[in-house]
């Protein structure tokens, strides 16, 4: 008997999975498990997976559901992993809790760089391993080397067709081929969710819907930055003429926000709902089909644009490209795809007619050359891509992309100014910087 085991810590994440299940993505199996994870800072205080609206209509394609959290408790999902001496005993262990016996087992994880998906597969030494992605950083690349044990037995990434045209650029190193889950099968599953959000307030509709991301937490902004850039959202959706807004906080975000936020717009005017149940954007799309979709870098701002032809938005990606640190971030990509790709909410023609940024194929060299100026020691062979990228694109506008500090590191065009470039090529200036860094040896000794 075989046993597939599938880690989730989102909805969005099952849902993805259930698709994939749809189609067929999966081999058969004679049992299906889904192992669910609650991430969140503090668990006990944030609903997990199992307990959110529409997970009952997911949970039909598994025969069984039990939890990670409990099964490695009182430790932290994320910051648990099994000492290697004590591998074999966990495997055991966990095969004697789910009943597993010494069946074959077969993996599928999300966010295979980290706890608890690194833990699982550690523990599973045998098992193959499909990873998932359900958001936009499966098109940025690994952002940790992975041990061989674990990334040689990839088989595959699941992802969703984000952005036609641009090709996930995760596990490359280790030769894992993508694989997309059918946009039709995707959208049949939410489908399954669109009346699950029923206990939420009554909604306008074809208002325009504001995204939290809560970025804070991940100590990109701070908590006054996020604040500010939830209002710039309100003040950009009401001059596009948009008097009825959906406000969608982070489940995790602090309520004052939402005060603030309702403060403002009774000073503006504006007719503000904020909703404080948590539901997919995605069940929001087919609820009340907002006319302008606002937020950060949220991967609902792709689902709206590409799946459901939705009018779209970005807010602070521009602060975000410069304060996040260090460069090698995980959400590097993510933010430069959505400035690259999507109208800022300040231009009002782009917004109105929709107007894309790049093309895929220009899309594609940016993403190469980012990943590559990120980890570059883990993707050699994006040396030349990033050096044609940044010899012939390298302007005003694609600079914000990259650090100069970071280019000069890896010896990348426009590590020099352009009206210096001549220096490294200047025999007299190389022969006085030898000179110069003779004497400074010499004064050391």
């Not at 430790?75 to 009943?99: A, K, N, Q, T």
């Not at 309100?234 to 906080?249: C, I, M, Q, S």
Request: hydrophobic share 45%.
């Amino acid at each position: 008997m075989t046993t597939q085991i599938f880690l989730a810590s989102t909805l969005y994440g099952t849902a993805t999975l259930a698709a994939a299940l749809d189609s067929d993505c999966f081999g058969p199996a004679d049992r299906r498990v889904l192992l669910v994870c609650n991430n969140a800072a503090t668990p006990e205080t944030s609903p997990g997976l199992d307990e959110m609206p529409g997970f009952a209509r997911l949970r039909e394609r598994f025969d069984d559901v039990v939890s990670w959290n409990e099964t490695i408790s009182p430790f932290h999902p994320g910051g648990w992993s099994p000492r290697m001496d004590d591998v074999p005993l966990w495997e055991r262990h966990l095969r004697l809790l789910w009943g597993l016996g010494d069946d074959p087992v077969e993996l599928a994880v999300e966010s295979i760089q980290v706890n608890p998906a690194l833990g699982v597969c550690q523990i599973f030494t045998g098992a193959p391993v499909t990873v998932y992605a359900d958001g936009l950083m499966s098109y940025g690349p690994t952002r940790n080397k992975i041990d061989p044990l674990v990334g040689t037995r990839i088989d595959r990434l699941l992802h969703l067709d984000l952005v036609p045209g641009l090709t996930p650029l995760l596990l490359t190193e280790f030769g894992v081929r993508p694989e997309i889950v059918p946009t039709d099968a995707f959208l049949k599953v939410l489908g399954e969710l669109a009346d699950t959000g029923d206990a939420s307030p009554a909604l306008p509709e074809e208002p325009a819907l504001l995204l939290g991301q809560y970025l804070s937490a991940l100590g990109i902004l701070t908590a006054d930055e996020e604040e500010d850039l939830h209002l710039r959202m309100l003040r950009g959706a009401l001059d596009a003429g948009h008097t009825r807004v959906v406000f969608k906080p982070h489940p995790s975000a602090p309520a004052r926000w939402s005060r603030r936020l309702e403060k403002e717009a009774e000073r503006l005017g504006a007719d503000l709902t904020v909703l404080d149940s948590p539901v997919l954007a995605e069940v929001l799309y087919q609820r009340i089909r907002p006319a302008l979709v606002v937020g950060c870098f949220s991967t609902a701002l792709l689902t709206a644009a590409t799946f459901y032809g939705i009018p779209v938005a970005r807010v602070g990606t521009a602060l975000l490209l410069e304060r996040l640190t260090p460069y090698e971030n995980s959400n590097r990509v993510p933010v430069t795809i959505v400035d690259a790709l999507l109208p800022d909410l300040a231009d009002r023609a782009a917004v109105d007619g929709q107007r894309r940024g790049m093309d895929a194929a220009r899309l594609t060299e940016l993403v190469r050359a980012v990943g590559y100026a990120m980890q570059a020691k883990i993707y050699p062979d994006l040396r030349p891509a990033a050096e044609r990228f940044l010899s012939a694109r390298l302007d005003q506008r694609t600079w914000r992309y990259f650090k100069r500090k970071r280019l000069t590191s890896l010896a990348l065009p426009g590590a020099v100014p352009a009206q210096l470039a001549f220096i490294p090529r200047n025999a007299t200036v190389r022969r006085v910087a030898r000179r110069a860094r003779s004497l400074g040896r010499g004064v050391r000794r």
